[in-house]
């Protein structure tokens, strides 16, 4: 069929089964905005900020596991997209992200609003494509889709010129897609698998070591029954949280540099890493030369660029970590005498009791870690947590109850200060069922707080749990531990009154200094069903912990501070 | 980043828009040197052949071939263990250096003088790159006025 660029981009979006849009209008992507006006396939949201629309989509992709869409216009609506761009490259999130361009003509021309936007995105996308003719796009557009949700998972961008918009040409979507370079490998190697197996059956203390891969690839289900057959103890990466259930008796807890002291000094003692969609990051590691020192690696990763990258894998096995488990799985009964791990399971629990994860109740003021542990006694299964960057994000990573993969959404790679409000209207918008709470800071709700026009008009209420401790408080930790106090620019005492802020955009505030208040909020806020801001005043120096300084072993934890 | 050795790396990948950008920002964004790096079409195919020289330990070699593969316009990554290895050299000197004396020299490398013109000659030789450096020091006394190195090419045997 013979129709325009900006059609095609319609009827592709509809091929693809694509419901719902974030994005924001500009000179170059108009004609395409022209055709999102006449259609009603899918739901555009207009976000007030474009890098908050790639990070809505994020959150909608991460909690539906589908492939999450953004349009944005050339130039500044580009530029304001990159930070999102990045954010799902580091934490591999499969997007199609679509932006204006100038017309072919005036392209290299310093035209008005144009960026060399395929030059920036070349190092934070998967693949990019600047389509020169629009009877490409058909093919661009499937193979985006195609790309960005194989293999691992990524964002894809592709710029569109407005000349090729408006150009009419033909349209086929049926074609098949014909990438003769691009041809991830899912199925693992089986003898690999075996070898991996025999190691398993001959350590004495193996440890699965439980990465983001695992919810991507939707293998936890499968994970938690390897788990469970071969009786091995495990530790979640950040990216990973949700992915056993708080209450498996194998999970011991997150791991890295705010890990539980069970957690790293299981990964100090192994004698056999297990891992699964992880991929060795330098906040899990901490110093690579001690890391596992004495323990044989199994590496499964979809991503071979992965394996051994930083820490030499014994037994590389490349492929789709749910075939790898399936296939695990078979195995394990015969190869597997869960009872050989008893005196493991033994000494860890002794490793749990001698630091478990706590904190020190005070009775002026509320910890930060309450906070979070009454969000999952009140909403436990019923929320989906997202988050901002920060100390909150640690907290909520340690003491939240999580029960399900796809539960808890955050910037782990990136670090993306204001990536929560955003991400989490994307969680509302795919999970409407669930209460969408965005856990975050005094500093980052700051970062993209004019989401709140967004969540009050497209009706996505998202309740915003502000930790507010008057601080940039990871960096007033660092500078307390590690800069002899010297607070540089960290002190946020100067601040917008919240509740009124809410309240300006048509949602609900809440000030809170005690339990009962908060109580009273959340349990407010979720029956009223509407965007909230709770500010929550929390004790003003309390820090994360325990913390594995940067660069430091995994088995060297500061597990408490004591102001001097 | 100890034992940094040099590898060659053969690169096949589709001919089109932006792809050696995809392969130079690669290496920038990653901390990996090129020492030289030549590209061309493969006659009668929608592809171009790279040629990568570099160096890196035996880690950072592993870590550039997987990565260059996860690109997706690249069809094939070779590190060659067994290769035959090529560069061309054009150097131009002035008119009055000893034509025969010259020309001698570039015979011993595999090349001769392709053109003298009024005010310069210039001559091409094509070797192992080694023995074009050791070429492009023997000419010194000539006094060249400008030299070009093609970067490396090559096949394994």
């Not at chain 1, 609003?113 to 058909?138: M, P, W």
Request: charged share 20%.
């Amino acid at each position: 069929m013979q129709i325009s660029g900006a059609q095609m981009v319609i009827e592709a979006l509809a091929a693809e089964g694509v419901d719902t849009v974030f994005g924001y209008p500009g000179g170059a992507i108009m004609n395409v905005y022209d055709e999102i006006y006449k259609q009603d396939n899918f739901k555009h949201i207009l976000t007030r900020h474009e890098q908050a629309a790639i990070h809505a989509a994020e959150g909608y992709s991460k909690v539906t596991g589908k492939v999450g869409v953004a349009m944005v216009t050339s130039g500044p609506g580009f530029t304001n997209a990159v930070t999102g761009l990045a954010d799902a490259y580091m934490d591999s999130i499969p997007m199609v992200v679509i932006s204006g361009q100038v017309p072919m003509s005036l392209i290299g021309t310093d035209a008005f609003q144009e960026i060399d936007a395929v030059g920036i995105s070349r190092s934070c996308t998967k693949h990019n494509y600047l389509v020169t003719d629009a009877s490409d796009l058909a093919r661009v557009l499937k193979e985006a889709f195609h790309i960005a949700a194989t293999g691992r998972p990524g964002p894809v961008h592709v710029d569109i010129p407005k000349d090729v918009t408006a150009q009419i040409a033909e349209f086929d979507y049926t074609q098949p897609i014909e990438l003769e370079t691009y041809k991830p490998i899912t199925k693992g190697n089986a003898r690999q698998i075996k070898k991996a197996m025999d190691a398993i059956a001959a350590a004495k203390r193996p440890l699965l070591y439980l990465g983001g891969g695992i919810i991507n690839a939707n293998a936890a289900y499968e994970v938690r029954e390897l788990a469970k057959v071969m009786g091995i103890p495990a530790v979640e990466t950040f990216m990973a949280r949700g992915t056993l259930g708080h209450e498996n008796p194998l999970l011991i807890s997150m791991l890295g540099m705010h890990g539980s002291y069970a957690a790293n000094m299981a990964m100090s003692e192994t004698d056999l890493v297990i891992g699964l969609g992880a991929r060795f990051d330098d906040r899990v590691t901490g110093k690579l030369s001690e890391f596992a020192k004495n323990a044989g690696v199994i590496h499964v990763d979809i991503d071979p660029a992965s394996i051994s990258k930083l820490v030499n894998a014994d037994y590389p096995i490349v492929g789709d970590v749910k075939n790898v488990v399936n296939a695990m799985l078979k195995l394990a009964p015969e190869k597997i005498d869960p009872v050989r791990y008893e005196p493991w399971l033994e000494t860890i629990e002794h490793f749990d009791t001698l630091h478990p994860l706590q904190y020190h109740e005070d009775s002026d003021r509320l910890k930060p870690q309450w906070v979070i542990e009454r969000i999952g006694e009140l909403l436990g299964d019923d929320a989906n947590i997202s988050t901002d960057v920060g100390q909150h994000q640690m907290w909520t990573a340690q003491f939240y109850p999580f029960s399900r993969p796809r539960q808890f959404i955050s910037s782990g790679g990136l670090g993306t200060m204001g990536f929560g409000f955003p991400a989490a209207m994307g969680v509302k918008r795919g999970a409407p069922d669930k209460v969408s709470i965005n856990v975050t800071g005094d500093g980052s709700i700051l970062m993209n707080i004019q989401e709140l026009m967004t969540a009050v008009e497209s009706k996505l209420p998202v309740i915003n749990v502000i930790l507010n401790n008057n601080y940039l408080g990871m960096v007033r930790q660092w500078q307390t531990l590690f800069y002899d106090k010297r607070h540089s620019s960290t002190d946020l005492s100067v601040q917008p009154d919240f509740v009124m802020l809410a309240e300006s955009f048509g949602g609900i505030g809440y000030r809170v200094s005690t339990k009962e208040e908060f109580d009273a909020a959340l349990k407010d806020a979720v029956e009223k069903n509407v965007v909230a801001l709770i500010d929550v005043t929390v004790h003003r120096l309390e820090n994360v912990l325990p913390m594995v300084p940067s660069g430091g072993s995994l088995f060297n934890m500061m597990l408490e501070y004591k102001d001097k | 980043m100890h034992e940094e050795e040099r590898r060659v790396v053969s690169v096949i990948v589709i001919n089109e828009a932006s792809v050696l950008s995809r392969i130079t920002d690669l290496f920038s964004g990653r901390g990996y040197n090129i020492e030289s790096l030549t590209v061309a079409p493969i006659p009668e195919s929608k592809y171009s052949r790279l040629t990568i020289v570099t160096s890196g330990s035996v880690r950072v070699i592993e870590q550039i071939l997987k990565q260059l593969h996860k690109l997706i316009p690249v069809l094939r990554v070779y590190e060659h263990a067994d290769l035959v290895e090529k560069e061309m050299a054009l150097i131009k000197f002035p008119i009055s250096e000893s034509l025969s004396d010259i020309d001698a020299l570039c015979h011993a490398y595999n090349g001769r003088i392709v053109n003298v013109g009024t005010d310069v000659i210039i001559a091409m030789v094509a070797d192992e790159p080694k023995r074009v450096s050791n070429f492009l020091k023997a000419i010194k006394r000539f006094h060249p006025k400008e030299i070009v190195r093609s970067g490396a090419v090559a096949l394994e045997r």
